[in-house]
Nanobody, 120 residues
Framework: QVQLVESGGGFVQPGGSLRLSCAASGTVIRIYPMAWYRQAPGKQRELVATITFDSNTNYADAVKGRFTISRDNIKNMVYLQMNSLKPEDAAVYYC??????????????WGQGTQVTVSS
């Protein structure tokens, strides 16, 4: 069964940077388009960035030019470099397939995510 473990979140001041990592196990992600999502308190989870199996990328308008998604198919890892962070980027960040992996019972699988806090 797939397992996704996100890490690298933390507290940062506006304008700062963080690099998130996602370690996948139980499946080989190289054949899948992967993505980073985020969910802020009181808001729906949103798609932040996607990367195809051959590393073509796409970004939400809110993060374009500031975030960079990448992958290492040998290490079964996905990354999100976040620069010029803004308070509105604060959220729990999740990686997943695009669209998300499904569990038995037709539910989406989600890892525990990693918290990003941006505040002065």
């Amino acid at each position: 069964q797939v397992q996704l473990v996100e890490s690298g979140g933390g507290f940062v001041q506006p304008g700062g940077s963080l690099r998130l990592s996602c370690a996948a196990s139980g499946t080989v992600i190289r054949i899948y388009p992967m993505a980073w999502y985020r969910q802020a308190p009181g808001k729906q989870r949103e798609l932040v960035a996607t990367i195809t199996f051959d590393s073509n990328t796409n970004y939400a308008d809110a993060v374009k030019g500031r975030f960079t998604i990448s992958r290492d198919n040998i290490k079964n890892m996905v990354y999100l470099q976040m620069n010029s962070l803004k308070p509105e980027d604060a959220a729990v960040y999740y990686c997943n397939k695009d669209p998300p992996f499904r569990l038995p019972g037709n539910r989406d699988y989600w890892g525990q995510g990693t918290q990003v806090t941006v505040s002065s």
